[in-house]
Nanobody
């Protein structure tokens, strides 16, 4: 079993920045892809960014150039640096870790990001 703990969400003004962190613990064994998704009430969860074990990144078009995903495998942690935040970035952000002896998807508990003036 893998446990994920997210941190770093909060309230920020438009144009501001936040950094999300997600640390994995437990029977991690091996971590493959790590990523961030977001979900608004009544909507489907959508991809924000992912990073493979080789460091290959994928971003949603809406966040390209503003968000940066990174990982620290020594700490089993994935980060999401969010700059130039917009009102429409307001959502609950969930981290995803694909890991384990047999690859499985593990989700964080979610952290609220609110962009408001």
């Amino acid at each position: 079993q893998v446990q994920l703990v997210e941190s770093g969400g909060g309230l920020v003004q438009p144009g501001g920045s936040l950094r999300l962190s997600c640390a994995a613990s437990g029977r991690v064994f091996r971590i493959y892809t790590m990523g961030w998704y977001r979900q608004a009430p009544g909507k489907q969860r959508e991809l924000v960014a992912t990073i493979s074990s080789d460091g290959i990144t994928i971003y949603a078009d809406s966040v390209k150039g503003r968000f940066t995903i990174s990982r620290d495998d020594a700490k089993s942690t994935v980060y999401l640096q969010m700059n130039s935040l917009k009102f429409e970035d307001t959502d609950v952000y969930y981290c995803l870790v694909v890991g384990g002896r047999i690859p499985e998807n593990y989700w964080g508990q979610g952290t609220q990001v609110t962009v408001s003036s």
